[in-house]
């Protein structure tokens, strides 16, 4: 490999792991919140990626962008007040039972409204313009990807530490009913996890596919497992350990290929998890919250 | 008409009855204690009172207005801030971000500021610690904290749950002097203590739960002397 082909190489990891990392925040998130893994999570990134293709068959790029996120928004917080907000009270197992369905019911519908047949995603021009540095090239998206990423990582870090909505999340997800002692409406704060998980998916989502070309009903499926994985990895809870589990998922999956173990290159990913559950559960940055009583 | 008025409240845990219907009130400026041994119902009848736990019946009236059934946020809004047992401080907040989460619902941003100031003056070992997270402070300082945190929403009522419990005697000694200090800054103290002597001494009436029910109501220094309640919660038989 010379080292053009491994800068190259490097590049398409960097850029592929950014992505997961936008999506992996979203399992974090909630996971922080309600002590769920949103399985639904990966298929309203799927989701979007529909939304995107109907939404530029009619509208220009700069305009779909910003309707397919708000799209995906709103159909992030109907599976929240759909799936999971009624089983506010109820065992942790039921909830998660919930979510596992809501996710084969997004499948289905997708699979119902758009056939099974892969649909072409639509080319967003900027995004695939040719960059060239030295005998490295790439695509815009391959450098804007991680650039983006670190960008809205370091806003949502702010915006948790910082404002009062950031620190409503912070004691939401430690301890509920002393929150509600304190006027936080927990719903609330809730739905803006939700909010939030599903716009970063969404950008996520035109990361991804732009470099993939299309969409299929199952499309959300491995990369949404992959990235609950980088969240696992990274400590299911903190967004930090999130984005460099995404990073690191998306940068050795590459290489993985890179070298020609393609095969084993999801193989690898669930792998991992298992090593990290018998090494490490709590992850690389997760922390060991002992229960209450 | 008193300030807060409780009149047959029960409440149901799964078929058992943790309140039998009990009835109480508390005036304007006082400190009332509930006192009793464990299991008697004295943190159900704060947590229903806060909202954090639905009565099956009876009525709870604050400020002639009916707030039994509402939401805890509607209640701290209403001004009754609840010190909940255990202190529960947030962890993972800082020392000042804890006070601030106290004053969630405020907007004025002036008025939280001032209040900080007359936190900090009460319990000048927060100010030393703001930055620090919660979870490293000790039992006592997360105690003063868990009291700043609930002044700071401004309550008309501070509801307290076993605030010297696992203190250090000198420490629980400070944290009485301190309820003093705030019930004279003229907020009323419903103040629920396993110490009952402790709580006797400065709390103006009191009343001896037992199983779910009132079974004794006096002045504070009535019930210090009857015989029935130094026998059964101070230790000391009577003569």
């Known amino acids: 490999m010379t080292f053009t082909t491994f800068i190259q190489h490097c590049l398409t990891g960097i850029s592929l792991g950014g992505a997961y990392a936008l999506i992996a925040i979203g399992y974090t998130m909630v996971y922080g919140i309600l002590l769920l893994i949103n399985f639904a999570h990966a298929d309203i990134f799927m989701m979007a990626g529909y939304f995107m293709i109907f939404a530029m068959s009619s509208l220009p790029w700069f305009i779909s962008i910003p309707v397919v996120i708000i799209v995906t928004i709103a159909l992030g917080l109907a599976v929240e007040g759909a799936a999971y907000r009624p089983l506010r009270m109820a065992p942790r197992m039921s909830i998660m039972i919930s979510a596992i369905g809501m996710s084969y019911l997004l499948q289905n519908l997708a699979i119902y409204l758009f056939s099974a047949l892969p649909r072409a995603y639509p080319t967003i021009e900027p995004l695939k313009q040719n960059f060239k540095i030295g005998e490295v090239s790439a695509s815009l998206v391959t450098f804007l990807t991680p650039v983006l990423t670190i960008v809205l990582v370091v806003l949502l870090m702010q915006l948790i530490k910082r404002t009062k909505i950031g620190m409503a999340m912070r004691a939401v997800s430690r301890d509920y009913d002393t929150s509600k002692l304190m006027g936080i409406k927990i719903n609330r704060v809730i739905r803006f996890t939700f909010i939030i998980g599903s716009a970063l998916a969404a950008i996520g989502s035109i990361l991804y596919f732009t470099d993939r070309m299309s969409v299929t009903p199952f499309s959300g499926l491995m990369p949404g497992l992959k990235c609950f994985v980088a969240a696992v990895l990274g400590g299911i809870g903190s967004i930090p350990g999130a984005v460099i589990g995404g990073f690191f998922i998306g940068i050795s999956e590459t290489f993985l290929i890179a070298f020609g173990y393609s095969t084993f290159s999801d193989a690898f990913t669930f792998l991992l998890l298992i090593v990290i559950l018998v090494i490490r559960p709590t992850g690389l940055l997760g922390e060991t919250i002992t229960e209450k009583v | ?239």
């Open chain 2, 1 to 239: 008409m008193s300030l807060l008025e409780i009149r047959d409240l029960k409440v149901n845990y799964g078929g058992i009855e943790a309140l039998k219907g009990i009835d109480f009130a508390v005036e304007e400026g006082e400190i009332v204690t509930l006192i009793g041994a464990n299991g008697a119902g004295k943190s159900t009848t704060l947590k229903s009172i806060s909202g954090l736990v639905k009565a099956s019946g009876g009525e709870i009236w604050y400020d002639g207005e009916k707030i039994s059934g509402i939401d805890p946020q509607k209640v701290v809004a209403k001004g009754i801030s609840l010190v909940p047992e255990g202190r529960r401080v947030f962890p993972n907040l800082t020392v000042r971000e804890n006070l601030r989460i106290g004053a969630y619902l405020s907007k004025d941003s002036s008025a939280v500021e001032a209040d900080f100031e007359k936190v900090y003056a009460l319990f000048p070992r927060l100010k030393e610690r703001h930055w620090q997270s919660a979870g490293t402070l000790s039992g006592g300082e997360q105690q003063m904290l868990a009291v700043g945190r609930g002044l700071m929403a401004r309550p008309k009522i501070l509801m307290m749950d076993e605030p010297s419990l696992g203190l250090a005697p000198l420490l629980v000694k400070d944290i009485f002097r301190t309820i003093k200090e705030i019930n004279e800054t003229g907020v009323t103290i419903l103040l629920i203590e396993q110490n009952a002597n402790a709580a006797l001494k400065i709390a103006h009436r009191g009343y001896v739960m037992v199983t779910g029910n009132i079974t004794l109501s006096g002045s504070g220094s009535d019930l210090l002397n009857d015989a029935s309640v130094r026998e059964a919660y101070l230790g000391t038989s009577a003569g």
